[in-house]
Nanobody
Framework: QVQLVESGGGLVQAGGSLRLSCVAS????????MGWFRQAPGKEREFVAA????????YYTDSVKGRFTISRDNAKNTVYLQMNSLKPEDTAVYYC?????????????????????WGQGTKDTVSS
């Protein structure tokens, strides 16, 4: 199992930016497709963004398209989520997740059940 640790959360005003990082240990990151999910207060956890194992494909939920960017640096065993033009509705705990894939698998999955490893989450609060 790969261990994941998120960082970068905090308090920001609407319209501002945050950059989340997720550092993996225990396994090489290039063996995993990665995803970011979030859980707002009182709501179910939802998919935000995914990236395939080599970073060549990405996928976003509609509400963050054009504002968020997922990227990865396999040499640093790190995945990022750059969040711009933040809105109060982006307030949530953000989770990084890893999905073990075979070489040649370039898919980006959106389902929680597809991911086998999760970080502890990092809280982002966007004030209006």
């Amino acid at each position: 199992q790969v261990q994941l640790v998120e960082s970068g959360g905090g308090l920001v005003q609407a319209g501002g930016s945050l950059r989340l990082s997720c550092v993996a240990s225990g396994r090489i990151l290039s063996a995993y497709a990665m995803g970011w999910f979030r859980q707002a207060p009182g709501k179910e956890r939802e998919f935000v963004a995914a990236i395939n194992r080599d970073g060549g494909r990405t996928y976003y939920t509609d509400s963050v398209k054009g504002r968020f960017t997922i990227s990865r640096d396999n040499a640093k065993n790190t995945v990022y989520l750059q969040m711009n033009s933040l809105k109060p509705e982006d307030t949530a705990v953000y989770y990084c997740a890893a999905r073990s894939v075979y070489y040649g698998d370039s898919s980006c999955n959106t389902g929680e059940g597809d991911y086998g490893s999760w970080g502890q989450g990092t809280k982002d609060t966007v004030s209006s």
